[in-house]
């Protein structure tokens, strides 16, 4: 396994994970969403809230081969906030951190 510390800064804490994505993948702390309440003054649930789709950049992959064998660069960096589609990704947790590996396509924005 290909282990390295890769470190970005997030909410003004610095958030290291020990693994290198490989090809185009990206690893991201998801955003923490703090609205536990409705616009009526609702509480909600842990479980009826929706997935956050937005995060911060902790470690990047190398970038895509083609079929060529030339290399692709990813086009975001670590420390990069980025909004990525809803479903997406692998779900990881270390350390109490929880994270998400995803591919740069299900990247949005």
Not at 11 to 31: E, T
Not at 95 to 107: A, N, Q, V
Request: hydrophobic residues 35%; aromatic residues 4%; without cysteine.
């Amino acid at each position: 396994m290909n282990v390295s510390k890769a470190h970005a800064i997030q909410g003004g804490l610095q958030v290291s994970v020990s693994l290198k994505p490989l090809g185009d993948r990206v690893i991201i702390s998801p955003s923490e969403d703090e609205a536990s309440t409705s616009p009526g003054g609702i509480i909600i649930p842990d479980t009826a809230k929706e997935k956050p789709q937005q995060g911060t950049v902790v470690a990047v992959g190398p970038g895509r081969t083609t079929d060529e064998g030339k290399t692709i660069e990813i086009s975001v960096s670590v420390a990069d906030t980025v909004i990525y589609s809803k479903y997406a990704g692998t779900e990881y947790s270390q350390g109490g951190s929880d994270y998400l590996i995803l591919r740069e396509s299900d990247i949005l924005a």
